[in-house]
Each structure stands twice: as C-alpha cells, then as structure tokens.
C-alpha cells in the first residue's frame, strides 16, 4: 500500500487516469476477441453541441453499462460520433458568416462556398463535444469516432436511397409539406413543435353576390392570408348556410381584386368552430389544402419561402413580414367597417424544433418516403422481444407505428448528404444512383435539395461498423446489445433505427431501450439558458469532481422519470468520494499485509461486525445484479450509498476500531482487516462503473492489483466472500451485530432527550439481556459515544436516572450534575403533551368520513402516518419521564 494524501484532488486524478486508460487502449474493442460481444452506439451528438447535463445523465448510463460489461468478460464496443445536424450547422454557420459581414444571404457565397465554409467551422469547433466527453470519463472506443458526412457513410446514405426508389418506397410529389421561413427548407411532422400562442380571433363579414343583402361573418387568426382565400365553405348540414351552397362571397382582400369566390359544401367544417363559416385558403392550411382537392379549387400562394408577403397579397400586404400583415391586414378590415369584433385567443402553433419560429403550411414539391418493414418493426416491440424502459413507451410506440405516416425525407439545405437523382435538362430523364450518370454531364442537373439529417442517423447502428461490407466489426458486434436515449426522439430515430435494421440487416438493430428523464430545476422547470437554471456541467467538473456529478445525478434519476437537479447532488457525490478516500486511508493507517485475492474469506478470528459487514457485502452483490436487470440505476446507487455511508463507515468502522486498540488481539485484528481488505476490493469493483477515476487510483493505490493491472478490466466477483462459511454461524454474528446497532441508536437517541448529544463523558449503566453482551459492550460504548459503560446484570435503577430498553439490555444514563433533571422532566413532559395533541388533531380528522372521502390518498396516508409516529414518540417519553421519576 502506498500513502494516501489527506484530501482528495479530483481534477489531476481525473486527467491522469483518463490518459492512461487510454494509452493502454482500455476502451478498444477487439472483433476477434473470443469473449463474447456486448456493444452500444452513442447517440451521436450534433457537431455543433456543447455538454449539457443531458448528455451528462445519457452518456453517464452509457458509461455504466460498458464498463460493467467489460467486467461481466464481454468484449465491449461503444461506438461514438457526432452528427452533421443540417439545419443547425448551417444556421450556425450562417449566423457567425452574417455577424461577421461576411455574407448577407448564403447566395453571396454560392453552395460550394457556404460548404466549404462549414467545413471549415466543423474542423475548428466540431470536436469540442468529443472532448468534453472524455473530461466526463466515458469510455468510447474513439479510434472508431465516426461522423454523417464521412465519406463512406456518405455511401451508405446513397446506397439506401437509391435501394428504397428502386423499390418504389421513394417518391418525389407536390404535397402541404411544414415549411420554416428561417431556415428555408421543409421539416417532417416531428420537427415541428406544438406552442401555445395568444393572439386575436378576427371576426369580418362578407357579401354574398348573389344576394347583397346577405352578409356572412367568418373567424379567422390569420387575416393577413385573405389574399389567399379561393372559396369559403359550410357544412351541407348546417341548415343556417346550406340554402346558400353554390352561390359566392365577395372576398374582401386585396382591395384591388375583391374576387367573387365560391360558397361549398364540406363535411370537414365544423359547426361550433367560429361561426361554422370557413375561409379556404389552400396554399396556407394543411385542412384547406384537402378541401381545395375534393373541389378542385385554385391555389393562390401569397406567401415567400421567408415569410413575407408576395405582390399576390396585394399592394397593401405585399414586402410586409408575415405578422406585420397580420396587423395590417386587420386594420383595413376595419377601415372598410368590415371588422365584426376581435377577441384574444390562444391556440397551438406549430414552432421548428431548430430555429424556434413558427411553422408555415406550405405547398412544396419534396421527396417522401413510405417507411419500409413496419409490421416487423411493430411486431418486435409488441412481443416483448426488444425491451422498452420504462415499458409505458411501448404503447406510445405501438400507436405512432399504428398512425405513421410517409416521411418528408428532403430540405432545401446545402449542409448535408445530397439527393443522388439527376435530371436530364433536354429529355427530363431521371436518373437515381450512386455515381452521376455517364455522358455529357453538362446536360445533367442534380437535385439541389440534401436528406433529411434523420435519413443518415437511422442507419447507425450498422453504417458506423462497415456496412454494406461484412466487415469482422459488424459481425461481431451487429445487432447492438443497449440503447440510451431520450423519449423526445423515440419517433425521429428509436423507430425508424428499428424499421432501418430489418430492412437491411434482417434483424432488430438492439434489446433494449432504456428511456432517460427530463432535467428540471428544483421548482419543476425544465433547463434553458433563458431561465438561467442550466449549469455548465464542464464547471461542476472543475467545482466537484467528474465523479462527483456522475454519482451525483445518477442517485436522482429514477427509471424513466423526470429528474429534480441541484448543486447539492453533484455535492453529495464529492462528499462521497471525500468519505471513499478517507475511508481508506483509515486502512492504510492500521498497517498490516493488504488481502489482494478475491477468493472466501473464512471466519477463524474473524470478529463479530466484520462477518456481518462481510455478509451485507455479499447481499449487497445480489441486490445490484438484481437492479441492473431492471435498468434501474438510481436504486444500483442508492445501494451503493447505503451500504458504504451506512453500513461500512458509520457502523462497520465505528465498531472496528474496538480491533485496532493496542491491547486487542493480533488474530483478531488480522482478521478484521482481512474483511476490510475484502469488502474495499468488492466496493470498489461494484462503484467504478459510477466512479470510475477515484475507484482506479484508490484500486492502485491500495494494492487490489497486481502492478500495471486496471480495475475496469478486473472481473466482477463470482463467488460470495463468505463462501463455504457455517451459515448459522454467519446469521448468529449479524443477529449480535444488529442487535449491537440498534442499541447504540437507541443510546444515542437517548443522550439527544437529555440535551446531552454531543456529550462523550456521559456514563451509562446497562443490564445485559445475555451473556454474549459483555463482549459486546466495549464496541457499544465507542458506536454509543459513551464515556463509560458498565455491565451489571443485578442493576436496579434509583431517581434521577434517565433509560431505555434495547435489544442489549437495558440502558441506564446516570443524569448526577450533567444535567437539570427537573428542566429535563418539565421540557419531556411538555413534548409528550405537544405529541397527544398532534394524536389528537390527526385523529379527528381521519374519524371525519368527509375528509377521507374527499383528500387526495397521499394526504390521508400522511395523517395515519403522523397517528403512527407520535404515538412511538409519546411511548419513548413516557418511559423516559418513568425512569426519571
């Protein structure tokens, strides 16, 4: 063993081991290795993406599950990468080249420019990411570190492409397609974001032309769209309009072409919506768009791609953006009196998920594919073969598959895998493949349009390990074991991986899928610079610790559920390892041969509390199997915390140091180190997939291993430490030990009654419930924090003494001049009296059968609990205040 510094210092730890873990290629997977395979794909982040505690919490999972592989004798494979993430990366981009005076529009530089551009942007600042990946420990074999637009997965993307047209499942149509002004280019349903937005519900009146003196009031929130309108329609069975079916209204905007335009009949238009007339503007509404199908009406786009008005929208509207023609567009309704009134309204607007403003409808010729392999991908899930956690994502799945509709797979993009399809400028012949067609290539003309990023990511699992070829990666380590993700994209990609992996592999690309929570703040809100509640992971690193936030925010995340984050987390994780450190440089201090073998332990000399601590270590081993097949982290952590913080170091080696007084035995205190040795080796095996820098150096430091070895390489115990002991043996030990603990509990608790908690000079008199207790006593004493502890087992209590009954015996303190045993009596008497009233108050109200039919169950529950608690409590203080009298 080697000496261990007072305190300890994650950050140089930390850098150190990182560096040499990767040195001695920790983390390189080997396909011909005979172990068998474990493998999991990162969630490839976007090239432009800073470490945020999402990535903190997924890639943490990630990192727990292939470090514990590799102790369970798998050969592992976590494959990492970045995403071109298109739309971001070029706004990105765009963005810097405009604040730079640069560019005013991507046009100035042309495609090839703008690209290379990116290009260069992805060069300088793609990585960052990646590196900070690495300052949170992860353990990715990066000599594999792909990225979307590397050349050969860029052949993957075109070879599935050309494969799904040749089979008729790609297809190019004019379709209402969601378009977004800012970025310019179409996003599929899953891209656009539902946002409740206030606005107004515009009500004007209409002539109809036929009949002059009709007139019809229509709502709408988006009068600027008017312009657009070819027809206004009713619902056949609405008897207020269906007389008026045929004629036509007189459209009111613009005011230099007030069209007459239809009156139809639709079944889509809603009674109560409104006023149950509806103005149909095709080219602006997805719903509209239908109608003008079934009646063949005109379509009259008033709109440009970036959301302002064409001269379509007439004089008034047109060079306006899209809601400064909203205002204006309202205003001449006024102006010409046909404003009938205007209320506030909320509704949902559709928002891009990447540039955060609203959606247009809009008519556009786009490609769209017919997902392949659906039943298949159904089916998996369905019958329980692929694994969702937690298992409530299935039926969200199983109903997306239900409804699923063909995907909008093209964006008017220049960052990205483009269409490989040609157009022939004389014949208009297309041409689909992976190389341009041969000939005069003068005469052929690309798609300018690039895939959908989602298209590319969806081949993962397989294009990242050498697909098409049947390289040795692929066969090896195809279909992946684990999946880590967050529900947000079970549709953008968990699905369509799934579809993708029968299509070309033949087999579910993974077993399971483990579904992380969102991070909220305390108060329930989730994490957003706006708010300024989102820390900077990178800055608790330096605060605390890699391993303290690891640990930190996997002791909070449950299952599946939305995780409540706070500094004091990441803090308690410091604190842990604080107390790891300390906890063996406690060993250190007490000498001896270090036990570096990992067979049984024996119980010749072994003393009491050591063969109990032994045998929690050895539960504690079966119950985190046992959470790790449930993918249950939070409950691996909390096992992890309770055992080490409770039973190892408040108890274990609290009742130890009774074996290292200089007149105890050396056989026995051979032993107690034997089983520190033990259970340290085990703990710190068990932690490091948490833990992993503290648990290497502490592993090296302590002399676990054999010299140069690595803990993250060392096997996962396959025996108990206990194995082969005399099982009544080992139950009558944690019987005493438990027995023992409780009865220190009760002391201490005790001295806090007597105002007397952090007094070590108190002395106390116990009346032994057996024999075996004067072996005991002396540990008692020190986990008691007792001045002195006589054993009497003809002790008869007088006046003034204070007591308790334990599992040991009872337990007398003698009160003499500690304290006023009159004051104690006044204020012991005064608590129980508060905690018969608390009884009192409780039990009213759960005897009101209003209360208990009408409170939530939770409330009631707390009520029978507070009966509970106090009524422990009075019985404590009335044995105390008999003892006293």
Not at 136 to 162: A, H, I, K
Request: hydrophobic fraction near 40%; charged fraction near 25%.
């Amino acid at each position: 063993m080697a000496e261990l510094s007072k305190a300890y210092a994650p950050g140089e730890v930390e850098e150190t081991w990182y560096a040499r873990w990767l040195e001695a290629g920790c983390f390189s997977a080997d396909p011909a290795s005979a172990k068998p395979a474990y493998s999991i794909v990162i969630p490839p982040p976007n090239v432009t993406g800073i470490l945020h505690l999402g990535h903190v919490l997924n890639n943490t999972i990630q990192d727990i599950l292939a470090r514990r592989a590799r102790m369970k004798g798998f050969e592992v494979l976590w494959l990492p990468g970045t995403d071109h993430a298109g739309i971001a990366t070029q706004n990105t981009v765009e963005k810097n080249l405009k604040k730079e005076g640069v560019i005013k529009h991507r046009d100035d530089l042309g495609r090839e420019g703008l690209v290379a551009k990116i290009w260069e942007w992805k060069e300088k600042y793609g990585g960052i990411i990646i590196h900070q990946l690495k300052q949170l420990g992860v353990s990715c074999d990066w000599s594999r570190e792909r990225f979307t637009l590397d050349p050969d997965y860029t052949r993957c993307v075109q070879r599935v492409f050309v494969d799904l047209y040749q089979k008729g499942l790609i297809y190019r149509g004019k379709r209402m397609v969601n378009w977004c002004p800012a970025s310019l280019t179409a996003l599929s349903d899953e891209e656009v974001i539902m946002k409740p937005q206030k606005g107004f519900m515009y009500h004007f009146k209409v002539q109809v032309v036929e009949d002059p003196d009709t007139w019809l009031t229509i709502a709408t929130t988006r009068p600027e769209t008017i312009p657009g309108d070819t027809a206004v329609a009713v619902n056949p069975k609405d008897e207020r309009y269906a007389h008026l079916i045929g004629k036509h209204i007189r459209r009111p905007l613009p005011l230099e072409n007030q069209a007459a335009i239809p009156i139809v009949a639709d079944e889509h238009v809603d009674f109560e919506f409104g006023t149950g007339v509806l103005k149909v503007t095709p080219a602006h509404d997805k719903a509209d768009f239908e109608i003008g199908q079934r009646h063949s009406l005109e379509v009259i786009d008033v709109l440009h791609p970036n959301g302002v008005l064409n001269e379509l929208a007439g004089q008034d509207l047109a060079g306006l953006e899209r809601f400064e023609g909203r205002k204006k567009a309202a205003g001449i309704l006024r102006e010409m009196d046909a404003m009938v009134k205007e209320e506030p309204y909320q509704n949902n607007v559709g928002y891009s998920e990447r540039a955060d403003v609203p959606i247009e409808p809009r008519l556009s010729e786009q490609w769209f594919l017919k997902y392949p392999s659906v039943d298949k991908a159904k089916a998996v899930v369905a019958s329980g073969e692929m694994k969702f956690y937690p298992d409530r994502w299935a039926k969200v799945y199983d109903h997306w598959m239900e409804n699923i509709q063909d995907w909008c797979i093209s964006r008017q993009l220049w960052w990205g895998h483009r269409i490989p399809v040609w157009y022939h400028q004389e014949t208009s012949e297309v041409h689909c493949g992976m190389e341009s067609p041969a000939g005069d290539s003068s005469l052929w003309r690309q798609d300018p349009d690039v895939l959908d990023t989602w298209f590319s990511s969806w081949l993962w699992p397989f294009a990242t390990m050498g697909w098409p070829e049947e390289t040795a990666t692929l066969k090896k380590f195809y279909p992946t074991v684990d999946l880590v993700t967050g529900p947000d994209i079970l549709f953008f990609w968990v699905a369509r991986m799934i579809m993708a992996g029968y299509e070309w592999m033949g087999v579910q690309p993974f077993r399971n899928v483990y579904f992380t929570g969102i991070i909220r703040d305390k108060q329930g809100r989730k994490l957003s610079k706006s708010l300024n509640n989102s820390p900077d992971p990178l800055d608790l690193i330096t605060k605390y610790g890699a391993d303290a936030l690891r640990f930190g925010i996997m002791r909070s995340a449950p299952l599946g559920l939305d995780l409540k984050f706070d500094d004091t987390s990441v803090e308690e994780g410091r604190n842990f390892a604080n107390k790891l450190w300390n906890a063996c440089r406690y060993r250190v201090m007490q000498g001896g041969e270090v036990r570096t073998d990992d067979g049984a332990l024996g119980t010749d000399h072994v003393p009491v509390f050591a063969l109990d601590i032994a045998a929690k270590m050895d539960q504690l081993s079966f119950d985190l199997e046992k959470a790790y097949q449930e993918y249950s982290f939070s409950q691996v952590t909390g096992l992890l915390y309770d055992f080490f913080w409770g039973n190892y170091c408040d108890r274990f080696l609290e009742a130890a140091k009774s074996d290292f007084a200089p007149e105890a035995e050396a056989a026995k205190k051979a032993g107690t180190l034997r089983v520190m040795d033990g259970v340290m080796r085990r703990l710190l095996i068990h932690l490091h997939p948490f833990m992993p820098h503290i648990t290497e150096e502490l592993w090296r430091v302590m002399g676990y291993g054999a010299e140069g070895t690595f803990l993250m390489r060392e096997p996962l115990p396959a025996a108990p430490l206990l194995e082969g002991a005399d099982s009544a043996l080992i139950q009558a030990a944690q019987k005493q030990a438990a027995a023992v603990y409780d009865s220190a509990s009760r002391v201490r608790n005790l001295k806090i009654m007597c105002d007397l908690a952090s007094n070590r000079t108190a002395d106390f008199i116990l009346k032994p419930a057996g024999p075996w207790v004067e072996s005991a006593a002396e540990t008692l004493r020190l986990l008691a924090q007792a001045g002195t502890l006589r054993v009497n087992p003809d002790f008869k209590p007088g006046k003034g003494m204070a007591g308790a009954v334990t599992p040991c015996g009872e337990i007398f303190l003698l009160l003499g001049s500690l304290v006023d045993v009159d004051a104690v009596r006044a204020r012991l008497t005064q608590e129980r009296r508060k905690a018969e009233e608390e009884i009192t108050k409780a039990n009213a109200k759960l005897s009101s059968e209003t209360f208990t039919a009408r409170a939530p169950a939770e409330v009631v529950e707390e009520h029978r609990q507070r009966v509970t608690d106090f009524t422990a409590r009075t019985g404590q203080l009335t044995e105390l205040l008999d003892n006293l009298n």
